[in-house]
C-alpha cells in the first residue's frame, strides 16, 4: 500500500497543477453564476474543473472521489476535492483562490496537495514525509516573529453570525488579532507555511480543509479531530495552529462550536 500511495501522492501534484491552468484559463469564460446562498457560488469553471480531476483519477486508480460540486460518498480510500477554494476571490479577480486535493485511506490524511496558481505557490505533504511550498520544507511559525498571534478566521452561514461576532471578541480580548481572506484551503496552508499562527471556523467542509490540515500536521502544528462524527461528509469545526497557541484558540471557541 505504501507504494500505491506513494503513486497516488505523485500524481496528485500533477493533477493540482493541471486543474490550475484549467482554472486559470476559464477565468474570462466564466458565464452567469450559480448561487448555492447568497455568500457561496460556483461557475463553469468549478464544474469543469472537478470534471477533470475525477476523469483523471478514474483513467488512472478508478478510486472513488468526494467533490465540492458533485458530491460522492466515503469509501476506504476517497479522495477529497475542491476544485477553486475561494470562488468569491476567483470571481473578482484576486489572486487568492486554490484548488485543494486530498486522499484519504483507512480514516487516515494521507496526501494533501493544494495549488494557489495566482501566488505561484503549490503546497504538498504526504503523511510522514513532511510539507513543503514549491519544494521547500515548511514549518508553522512557533510564534517566531515574537509578536501577537495572527489567527485567520473563516466564515459561513452555517452557524449564527453572533458566534463570530463572540468569537473575535475572545480573540481580541486574549490579544491575538485575526482577519480573513476568503479561502479556507489557503488559510489553513499559509498556517503549516508559518505567514499566520493559526485557522479557525465553526463550521467548514472536509474538501475546504483536509489537504490543508495535513500540511499542517506535518509542518509541526496541531489540529483539531475533524474527521469525527463523519466530518468527511457532514463538516465539523477547524482548529489548525501553531503548538504554542492550542489552547488559546479552543478557550476562545469554547460553546460556540
Given at each position: 500500500?505504501?507504494?500505491?500511495?506513494?503513486?497516488?501522492?505523485?500524481?496528485?501534484?500533477?493533477l493540482a497543477r493541471e486543474a490550475g491552468a484549467l482554472a486559470s484559463d476559464m477565468r474570462g469564460t466564466l458565464g452567469a453564476l450559480e448561487a448555492k446562498n447568497p455568500m457561496d457560488y460556483a461557475t463553469r469553471a468549478d464544474h469543469a474543473v472537478e470534471a477533470l480531476i475525477r476523469?483523471?483519477?478514474a483513467e488512472r486508480f478508478g478510486?472513488?472521489?468526494?467533490?465540492?460540486?458533485?458530491?460522492?460518498?466515503?469509501a476506504d480510500l476517497v479522495w477529497v476535492v475542491d476544485p477553486i477554494d475561494g470562488t468569491v476571490n476567483y470571481v473578482h479577480g484576486t489572486a487568492r483562490w486554490?484548488?485543494?486535493i486530498a486522499l484519504v485511506a483507512g480514516?487516515?490524511?494521507?496526501s494533501g496537495v493544494i495549488n494557489a496558481p495566482d501566488e505561484g505557490r503549490l503546497f504538498t505533504a504526504r503523511r510522514g514525509h513532511g510539507a513543503f511550498v514549491n519544494g521547500v520544507t515548511a514549518r508553522v511559525s512557533g510564534l517566531r516573529h515574537g509578536a501577537s498571534p495572527v489567527v485567520e478566521i473563516g466564515w459561513s452561514p452555517r452557524r449564527p453570525i453572533e458566534h463570530y461576532g463572540a468569537l473575535i471578541q475572545r480573540l481580541i480580548g486574549d490579544g491575538i488579532e485575526f482577519r480573513r481572506?476568503?479561502?479556507?484551503?489557503?488559510?489553513?496552508?499559509?498556517?503549516?507555511?508559518?505567514l499566520n499562527d493559526g485557522y479557525l471556523e465553526l463550521?467548514?467542509?472536509?474538501?475546504?480543509?483536509l489537504a490543508g490540515m495535513l500540511l499542517v500536521r506535518e509542518a509541526g502544528g496541531r489540529t483539531n479531530d475533524f474527521l469525527a462524527g463523519n466530518g468527511l461528509m457532514n463538516g465539523n469545526p477547524i482548529i489548525v495552529c501553531?503548538?504554542?497557541?492550542?489552547?488559546?484558540?479552543g478557550s476562545a471557541a469554547m460553546g460556540l462550536l
Open positions: 500500500m505504501t507504494d500505491a500511495l506513494g503513486a497516488r501522492h505523485a500524481f496528485a501534484i500533477d476523469r483523471r483519477i478510486d472513488p472521489v468526494i467533490g465540492e460540486e458533485d458530491g460522492g460518498a466515503p486554490c484548488v485543494s480514516g487516515e490524511i494521507e481572506s476568503g479561502s479556507g484551503a489557503l488559510g489553513v496552508a499559509d498556517t503549516a507555511a508559518g463550521h467548514i467542509n472536509a474538501w475546504d480543509v501553531t503548538p504554542e497557541i492550542e489552547a488559546r484558540l
